[in-house]
């Protein structure tokens, strides 16, 4: 019998071995067996592929297109027409695209910014953002050339507005989108849909919709799509009218009726005590959680839940720990609050807690807060969970650390994945650790299933990050290097620990990232101003003359971290996220 080759598997058989290089899954695909649902989605990879031979083009090419990121806006936007041309096999192969603006490269001999490394909070004068008109122009010649009915996500990652008639050609081109954002706009949309009804009812396969009203134009807009497409699975709302030129003084729900956001968003579902209420699978709201949300939406059938500033989460919280409302299949939960916590909060979401069961992600990061979660309602799910972070401060200059009997608790969830805590400082110029950041890297070595640690506080340094930038880079360079050396060492205990337990793979632990600062920029404790970004070090390898492999932390940056260890995202949940980056503060 002939020896099986590569080249003689039929078609089916070499997408499956490709599915598992590409290893990501979608959010929008079929479930797959947990044999490949970890492995990693490298471009470079799948592109590769491609120039193999012309058999591994054809197969790889609709991995490689599936989903596009593009900056828009700028000096690329005239290979666009090449990348939308005929001959390109994987323009019908797109099945997601994520729009930014095209920001201008920054140059300096010791450092370069790009858009794609760097924090949305820069400064206006170090990186300035290209006119969106001409990005506006680009959008318009991607919906026109893009076969129609093939894009599942189209997102606009952007605060400026998107041209009213960009959003009303992609509703009727694209009519499979899965995903559909309602955010700033050019112009009032509300008259425009007006002239045009059925224009979201004819979205078939719509089941998650992300809306983001800051005029009462957009909240409008948001009511006819929410009241278009009831059936959805995924809602999310975020509001920002503190951000806009409108001021109204019946925003939230009051004691005597329902406030301008509750009225207006499900109008359609008036009166709201005989309404038929949302079943949803994920929720994102940072909104006020009065009682209409309870009606409007059925929260007991909620598998996911994000509350984002939420200034009456404390009622919600309380609310949902009772037997009839209380999210039995909830397997995620995520609270971010800074500086509207109400006192009693923390209590209502440590008494929820202990009223659920089974959780797999807990994410808390709250500030104004006295005191932490308390470790008992977190480790009662220590069976199950496998991503958990922990930040409460009351000032910026008081941030809460657990005790070491409390971490020691914490690391009791064996089946841990992904950490991030406020571990105890420490001098990075001494060779010598605190020892309360000893007694902490001590415990977390043990977790045999970690493969992503972030600690959040920054190491102490005798030097002092003041002053002009040309002094800064040489201190950033030393205390990046002595950072490199610190993740070095933690990766070389949890490797030691692995070996003498058996756990892991067996020559090494699973822990594949050590990340330093929380997501976006953070103040150093010597600086007043100068803020850092978050610093990754991912597991790499060196090889001396000889030929013999030891390990080095390699240091990276936290938009790439994803292409090393897919189980990396509790890295870009922070605060940072949906809120300072209007504001331009650090944590």
């Known amino acids: ?109 010791h450092r370069h910014y790009h858009s794609d490394d760097s924090s949305e909070e820069d400064e206006a004068e170090e990186i300035q953002a290209i006119p969106g008109i001409r990005a506006q122009f680009t959008v318009r010649l991607l919906l026109d050339f893009l076969p129609r009915d093939i894009l599942y996500v189209f997102s606009w990652q952007n605060w400026e507005p998107l041209s009213v008639d960009n959003f009303m050609l992609l509703c009727k081109k694209q009519r499979s989108l899965r995903v559909l954002e309602i955010g700033p706009m050019d112009r009032l949309l509300t008259p425009v849909l007006d002239k045009h009804p059925d224009v979201f009812e004819k979205l078939t396969e719509l089941n998650s919709i992300d809306i983001y009203p800051d005029t009462l134009d957009r909240l409008k807009a948001s009511q006819k799509l929410l009241q278009a497409k009831p059936d959805i699975d995924h809602l999310c709302i975020s509001t920002g009218f503190e951000y806009s030129n409108e001021n109204h003084e019946d925003l939230q729900d009051s004691s005597t009726r329902p406030g301008l956001i509750s009225r207006t968003l499900f109008s359609h579902m008036q009166p709201f005590d005989n309404c038929k209420p949302f079943i949803l699978k994920n929720l994102d709201l940072d909104t006020y959680a009065a009682d209409t949300w309870l009606k409007v939406i059925r929260f007991n059938a909620l598998e996911k839940l994000e509350i984002r500033n939420c200034a009456g989460a404390d009622f919600l919280f309380a609310q949902l720990s009772r037997p009839h409302l209380r999210p039995s299949k909830l397997k995620s939960l995520r609270w971010m609050d800074d500086d509207k916590s109400e006192p009693h909060a923390l209590e209502a979401f440590e008494g929820l807690l202990e009223s659920l069961s089974g959780l797999e992600t807990l994410h808390i990061f709250v500030k104004r807060m006295r005191s932490l979660p308390k470790v008992g309602p977190i480790t009662l799910h220590k069976k199950t969970l496998t991503s958990l972070s922990v930040h409460s401060q009351e000032t910026r200059e008081k941030i809460h650390t657990y005790s070491e009997e409390d971490y020691d608790r914490i690391c009791g969830c064996t089946q841990l994945r992904q950490l991030s805590v406020m571990f105890p400082n420490t001098s990075i110029d001494h060779a010598t650790l605190s020892v309360g950041f000893f007694a902490f890297q001590a415990c977390t070595v043990k977790l045999p299933n970690l493969r992503t640690l972030n600690i959040r506080r920054w190491p102490s340094t005798q030097d002092s990050f003041a002053g002009s930038f040309a002094r800064i880079i040489p201190i950033l360079r030393r205390y990046e290097h002595q950072l490199q050396r610190l993740s070095q060492h933690i990766f070389e205990l949890t490797d030691r620990d692995a070996k003498e337990k058996g756990h892991g793979l067996g020559n090494r632990s699973h822990l594949s990232v050590i990340s330093w600062g929380g997501n976006g920029k953070t103040r150093h404790d010597s600086s007043d101003k100068f803020k850092l970004q978050q610093i990754p070090f991912v597991r790499g390898w060196k090889e001396d003359p000889f030929g013999k492999r030891s390990l080095l932390a390699v240091q990276t940056v936290w938009r790439m971290v994803r292409f090393v260890e897919p189980e990396s995202d509790i890295l870009n949940h922070s605060l940072y996220d949906m809120h300072d980056i209007h504001q331009g503060i650090g944590l």
């Not at 590569?6 to 695909?29: M, T, W």
């Not at 193999?52 to 900056?71: A, G, Q």
């Open 1 to 109: 019998m002939a020896r099986l080759q590569f080249e003689g598997l039929s078609s089916d058989i070499k997408r499956l071995i490709i599915s598992f290089v590409r290893g990501h899954q979608s959010p929008f695909e079929p479930a797959r067996s947990n044999f490949d649902q970890h492995q990693i989605d490298r471009p470079t990879d799948l592109k590769n592929l491609c120039l193999t031979s012309k058999e591994l083009r054809e197969v790889t090419t609709p991995f490689l297109y599936r989903s596009i990121h593009l900056f828009v806006g700028g000096p690329q936007d005239l290979r666009l027409s090449a990348f939308l041309g005929r001959e390109n096999p994987g323009i019908p192969h797109i099945r997601e695209i994520f729009l930014r603006l095209e920001k201008l490269v920054i140059q300096d001999k």
